[in-house]
């Protein structure tokens, strides 16, 4: 059964960096990419990035340059860092599993909602 | 980027209608190697996450009721909902994978 679940603060300060991770299920990682969602009320559903089983890594233009994504296949782990956060970021946070190639998200965790505030 | 535009972006509906939702991409998304549309369809209730209902446009994914449908090619699809029920209430989003930025339409909402 294919599972996915976001940990990590729930609160963020302004400045600071989130950090995310996204534990995923037996055989997920070395098969399937794992994309980064972001849901706000401002801007909708909102692509952060994914990264492949190879490691190789893509990134929404417009959030590049504060964007970090790895895997930890020693935990069964996929993480997500974004560098100064603001008010802008806060939202829920999705990881989800890419279609084999370039495809659809075929499954989500539950979401985990972050809030940049001091 | 592309730019996906839905319409509706509400739409309120009786038990056993028939529900149509556009959504419109800025550039085609279909991929003349294979054929494909590199579009989808999602539903998202409140407090969950979405739910892939159709991908290539128009293949169901596995345990999706008959009900939905996906058609269209290039730059414009729809949604179509037949015999609308009541767990159907949620909002619909497309979402385009052909190019990066994968990005996503603003949503409809779909009320009975």
């Known amino acids: 059964q294919v599972q996915l679940q976001e940990s990590g603060p729930g609160l963020v300060k302004p400045s600071e960096t989130l950090s995310l991770s996204c534990s995923v299920s037996d055989g997920f990682i070395s098969n399937y990419a794992c994309s980064w969602i972001r849901q706000s009320a401002g801007k909708g559903l909102e692509y952060i990035g994914r990264?492949?089983?190879?490691?190789?890594?893509d990134s929404n233009p417009s959030l590049k340059t504060r964007v970090t994504m790895s895997v930890d296949p020693s935990k069964m782990q996929f993480s997500l860092t974004l560098s100064s956060v603001t008010a802008a970021d806060t939202a829920i946070y999705y990881c989800?599993?890419?279609?084999?190639?370039?495809?659809?998200?075929?499954?989500w965790g539950p979401g985990i909602l972050v809030t940049v505030s001091s | 980027d592309i730019v996906m535009t839905q319409s509706p972006d509400s739409l309120a509906m009786s038990l056993g209608e028939r529900a149509t939702i556009n959504c419109k991409s800025s550039?085609?998304?279909?991929?003349?190697?294979?054929?494909?549309?590199?579009l989808a369809w999602y539903q998202q209730k409140p407090g969950q996450p979405p739910k892939l209902l159709i991908y290539?446009?128009?293949t169901r994914e596995s345990g999706v009721p008959d009900r939905f449908s996906g058609s269209g090619s290039g730059t414009d699809f729809t949604l179509t909902i037949t015999s609308l029920q009541a767990e159907d209430v949620a909002f619909y989003y497309c979402?385009?994978?052909?190019?990066?930025?994968?990005?996503f339409g603003q949503g409809t909402k779909l009320e009975i």
């Open positions: 979402h385009q994978y052909y190019q990066s930025p994968f990005t």
């Open positions: 990264i492949y089983p190879n490691g190789r890594t």
């Open positions: 290539w446009a128009s």
């Open positions: 550039q085609s998304v279909l991929y003349s190697s294979n054929n494909k549309n590199y």
């Open positions: 989800a599993r890419v279609f084999p190639g370039v495809g659809p998200l075929d499954y």
